[in-house]
Nanobody, 121 residues
């Protein structure tokens, strides 16, 4: 069983910063791409940022220059540093990872349970 567990969400004032973490736990698995998505109330889930196993990052236009995605492959963890937050960034943030368990031929998409980020004064 592989699980993704996010942490680091919370309430922050406009202009503030937060850093989210997402750790994959379990046994005998490999991770390919990882990413962060978010879903605001009444809206569809949208991509925030992704990062390949080699560290190449991709960002949504709305967060470019403000958010930074990174990963620590030794810790099976992906991070999202969020700066200059504004109320439009309020959402539940979910991490995702492409994972292949030992003995499995295919990669499968896994999701974390999400962590709430609220930007408000």
């Amino acid at each position: 069983q592989v699980q993704l567990v996010e942490s680091g969400g919370g309430l922050v004032q406009p202009g503030g910063s937060l850093k989210l973490s997402c750790a994959a736990s379990g046994s005998a698995f490999s991770i390919n791409g990882m990413g962060w998505y978010r879903q605001a109330p009444g809206k569809q889930r949208e991509l925030v940022a992704t990062i390949t196993s080699g560290g190449r990052a991709n960002y949504a236009d709305s967060v470019k220059g403000r958010f930074t995605i990174s990963r620590d492959n030794a810790k099976n963890t992906v991070y999202l540093q969020m700066n200059s937050l504004n109320p439009e960034d309020t959402a539940v943030y979910h991490c995702s990872a492409q994972i292949r368990r030992a003995g499995d031929f295919y990669w499968h998409g896994y999701w974390g349970q999400g962590t709430q980020v609220t930007v408000s004064s």
